[in-house]
């Protein structure tokens, strides 16, 4: 499982411990809502976790860096939409800290990373 390290990255955990998180959030959205915001923000969560993996498998600092650029954008992006539910009342204000506290805590983790890469 060498070639698939990402596996047992804590940021990788993380972010699908997020996607999850995410999941159950839409659920109780209203129905109208789910399609166009609820599966937006599916994408986004999903693209966290994905491109941690898919960076994972590159070559290069070079290419695993952008890799992380994009997590970081989609991460973001996430936060954004999250933000968006709280104004509009559609999360709790016990979810959105729970999420955003997470969403930070990867953020710092991809940080890292690319200080690492860096070096």
């Known amino acids: 499982m060498d070639k698939l390290r990402f596996l047992n990255w804590p940021v990788y955990k993380d972010s699908k411990e997020i996607f999850s998180l995410i999941l159950k959030i839409v659920n ?6 789910r399609f166009d915001i609820g ?5 986004s969560s999903l ?4 491109n941690i993996a898919e960076g994972s498998g590159k070559h290069s600092d070079k290419d695993f860096t952008r890799f992380i650029n994009i997590a970081l ?3 973001h992006e996430t936060f954004a939409i999250l933000d968006i539910l709280r104004d509009n ?3 709790t204000k016990g979810d959105f800290e729970l999420v955003t506290n997470k969403l930070i805590k990867i953020m710092n983790q991809l940080g890292g990373f690319k200080k690492t890469l860096k070096s």
């Open 89 to 91: 009342h559609f999360i």
């Open 39 to 43: 599966s937006q923000i599916i994408r």
């Open 73 to 75: 954008g989609s991460l």
């Open 28 to 33: 109780k959205l209203p129905k109208e809502h």
């Open 47 to 50: 693209s966290i976790t994905l």
